[in-house]
């Protein structure tokens, strides 16, 4: 099959071995849109090392091809990920507890730029039928942007989201939804600095300035929220959190249900945040034009689900959507 893959040094789209089932509750899907996000590409670029050679790749929608006796799914059925998965091995995986080091899709297990992949049941999610497939494939940035629920934020509080990018945009129209009427979303140069302080602060990009603001812009005792994933250690001034007694939470991921919920009825809004589809070969173009802007999201189309029936057809169909 056709992958992207890092390898020494680099990238390539390379014909690979298929992955094959391996556990009762494997999944084998056929990737039929992916969105490239920012992790793939600081590991296409080499800023996040892993162990190569590596399937690139973590947000998708796919179609079932096959699965394991106790996996729960039929071919044929539209699916994306949850892309972090439990190691099953650190401290916390073997007290029951939440995984501490998540394995993820695209840097620690082999991802979604590629034809097939194969992934636990428990990470799978049904989308439905009818879901065009660039919302299904960013079913991941959704739950990804829910996670900032997960912090104990006050619906009625001055909130900032720092930062002038798609994610910024995305978080804006979660917290919309929830009922947060007073949150602005900015990039750091767009703040008056005579604007009053934040009761919460949400970064998109944590980099040493981006957190430096955050810490300016938070009253005493206020929120900063951690969502991103930047590839390096950030610096932060400790002294100034402690000073101001601010509380910092950091995010992972939401409920995906319920991004797929909120995909699925059009109840959040997502069309202008979609970008063009690239096939595999135009890896390069993809990379850069994802690099270039932050404003929409940028697909590979990596392939039409075989048309065995009309079902298959109408998939066909969904890969062009
Ligand atoms: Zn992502
Ligand atoms: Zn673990």
């Known amino acids: 099959m056709r992958a992207l893959v890092r390898r020494a040094g ?19 899907i056929q990737v039929v849109l992916a969105g490239v996000c920012r992790t793939d590409v600081y590991v296409a670029r080499g800023a996040l090392p892993v162990n190569e050679p590596r399937v690139i790749g973590h947000e998708f929608a796919g179609v079932v091809l096959a699965c394991g006796p106790a996996a729960g799914f039929r071919a044929g059925e539209r ?10 091995a650190c401290a916390s995986c073997r007290t029951g507890g939440a995984c501490a080091e998540p394995l993820f899709m695209g840097v620690q297990t082999d991802g979604a730029f590629a034809e097939q992949v194969v992934v636990p049941a428990a990470y799978v999610l049904r989308t439905p039928e009818g879901m065009a497939a660039k919302r299904a ?19 009625a509080g001055r909130g900032l989201i720092l930062g002038d990018n798609r994610i910024a945009t995305l978080t804006g129209r979660i917290l919309a939804i929830h009922g947060f009427s007073d949150v602005t979303h900015a990039s750091a140069q767009e703040i008056p600095e005579d604007a009053a302080p934040f009761d919460f602060v949400i970064e998109t990009q944590a980099t040493a300035a981006s957190l430096a603001v955050m810490f300016d812009r ?9 969502k991103s994933r930047p590839a390096a ?44 589809a690239f096939a595999l070969e135009d890896f390069e173009r993809a990379f850069a034009q994802s690099e270039a802007s932050d404003s929409a999201k940028i697909f590979f189309a990596v392939s039409a689900p075989a048309a065995p029936d009309a079902r ?10």
Request: with cysteine; hydrophobic share 50%.
């Open 10 to 28: 680099g990238v390539r789209l390379e014909d690979i071995a298929p992955p094959r089932l391996q556990r009762d509750d494997d999944v084998l």
């Open 218 to 226: 938070l009253k005493p005792h206020g929120l900063g929220v951690l």
């Open 79 to 88: 699916v994306t990920v949850d892309p972090a998965m439990a190691c099953g």
């Open 312 to 321: 298959g057809a109408q998939a066909g169909q969904l890969a062009h959507a």
């Open 233 to 276: 250690a950030v610096p932060i001034n400790v002294a100034q959190a402690v000073r101001k007694n601010l509380r910092l939470h950091a995010v992972a991921y939401g409920p995906f249900e319920r991004a797929i919920e909120l995909l699925a009825s059009g109840a959040l809004a997502i069309d202008d945040l979609l970008g063009e």
């Open 137 to 155: 494939a960013y079913v991941e940035p959704v739950a990804a942007a829910l996670a900032v629920l997960n912090a104990p934020l006050d619906p």
